[in-house]
């Protein structure tokens, strides 16, 4: 390639970030950064009463987070801005009456009613409504006088009636599409805004594009995309269509499931970095069998032949396991850092938990943060629970040998004054083999006295450590008296 590769992601401002378009940004970010090229960031605001007020910032926002940085764009500007298409609205206006000179492009008056009342006689007679070319027949007169009484209109594309256009997807392959089935879309609305169908082909020249990468509900527009770009006599950009991203073969991401936007995943305590790395590999694939890649790793292995044709599926699951791995990777600083929010809604603040010594018992038990508050809410308020649970055949523990641990572990953790692991350590393992019990007896009743439940982050030494031996002592009084009252087996 002797050309410099430019892609660009061209998001619409809907103030979230859909995981699809995530995946399109991403793999034109890879592409770009892989051949030296540049990747550009353009934002396609023409639909003004889409418009989102902070939606933007959104985009920068994600796209920062992800480390997918753009070398040309709104805010960093470039040598073919500006790169908010409502800030060159006046620009495609000319375009259109060029292509309305050369015969590839028309007037329309045709009003809002007209059209419905010729698309419902359509559809009446069971045909699928296409624009009838009604206003192509007007005569320069005709037309010049409705300009001039400022009748409102539209231009649109005069598209051929017969042959095909064909084109060549680095992802579908080629394309044929007979050239009856195109319509004569709009290129300028009333307002005199571009539509997209419109302002993507002026702009991706403009700018240089030379890989178009974007969802493949585009496919079918892109015939007329080209017929445009023939038209001006420009260079057709090469097309990488991608299927969409999907929850699984049936059913899209969807906001309502709370499961299409990044931020859904990046609020429910989601790693950035294992998105992006799951992202990269749904659709896609190394052509081997690595898993995990830093986005510079991914840079280095992305190959735009193994997009996948296929819908890709973003398995919750799979991220989660990519997740976990994320997570257990991290510093343990980092690790205490990222967990600090979500054990403050359980205690409040640090002030009450040793959070350094939870984080270590969390950090490789943590598959996404939106679970640590309920696997650390027992250490704040001992759960209601069945006393069935202090009976464990591999702890050999029985009603009788449940009473006998915490009876006699009691006083031994009252008696210590210096509440500190080792300490609670040493004497309680001490107590424990100077009576003669097993181990697992003797500790199994304590740790559910203490937590509650029969599957903790710790075990029994821990968790009476990050109580406190106040709380501690309230627990085991508590559980003395549960166990007393069980049934004698
Ligand atoms: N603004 C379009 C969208 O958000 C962009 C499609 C494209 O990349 O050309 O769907």
Known sequence: ???????????????????????????????????????????????????????????????????????????????????????????????????????????????????????????????????????????????QRKLDAGVPYVIRQNAPTTGETSYDDLVFGHMTFPNDTLDDMVLIKQDGMPTYNFANVIDDHLMGITHVMRGMEYLSSTPKYNLLYEAFGWEIPQYIHMPPVMRDSQHKLSKRDGDAYFSDYVDKGYLVEAIVNYLALVGWNPGDDREFFTLDELVEAFDIHRINKAPGIFDVKKLTWFNAEYIRRLTPEKYLEMVTPWFDKVFGDS????????????????????????????????????????????????????????????PVLDGITEWTE????????AAIAEAGMK?????????????????????????AYLLGKEETLRRVDDGIRRVSEMPDA
């Open 1 to 143: 390639m002797n050309q410099e590769v430019r892609t660009r992601f061209a998001p619409s401002p809907t103030g979230f970030m859909h995981l699809g378009g995530l995946r399109a940004a991403l793999y034109g970010y890879l592409f770009a950064r892989k051949n030296g090229g540049k990747f550009i960031l353009r934002i396609e605001d023409t639909d003004q009463v889409r418009f989102v007020e902070g939606a933007t910032e959104v985009i920068y926002d994600t796209l920062r987070r992800c480390g997918m940085n753009w070398d040309e764009g709104p805010d960093v500007g470039g040598p073919v801005g500006p790169y908010i298409q409502s800030q060159r609205k006046d620009l495609y206006l000319p375009y259109a009456q060029q292509l309305v000179k050369t015969g590839h492009a028309y007037y329309c008056f045709c009003t809002k009613e007209e059209l419905e009342e010729r698309r419902a006689a359509c559809e009446a007679k069971g045909e699928v409504f296409k624009y009838d070319k009604h206003c192509l027949h007007l005569t320069q007169e005709e037309i």
């Open 439 to 463: 181990n697992g007896t003797a500790l199994w009743p304590l740790r559910i006295a203490i937590s509650g439940q029969q599957s903790t982050p710790g075990g029994a030494i821990e968790i």
């Open 422 to 429: 080792p300490v609670i350590h040493d004497t309680v393992m």
């Open 351 to 410: 002030s009450k938990m040793d959070y350094k010594r939870l984080a270590e018992l969390m950090q490789c038990r943590t598959e996404v943060f939106n679970l640590v508050p309920d696997m650390v809410r027992f250490l704040a308020q001992l759960p209601d629970y069945d006393s069935a649970i202090y009976i464990n055949k591999k702890a050999k523990t029985n009603k009788e040998a449940c009473l006998k641990a915490l009876n006699l572990l009691r």
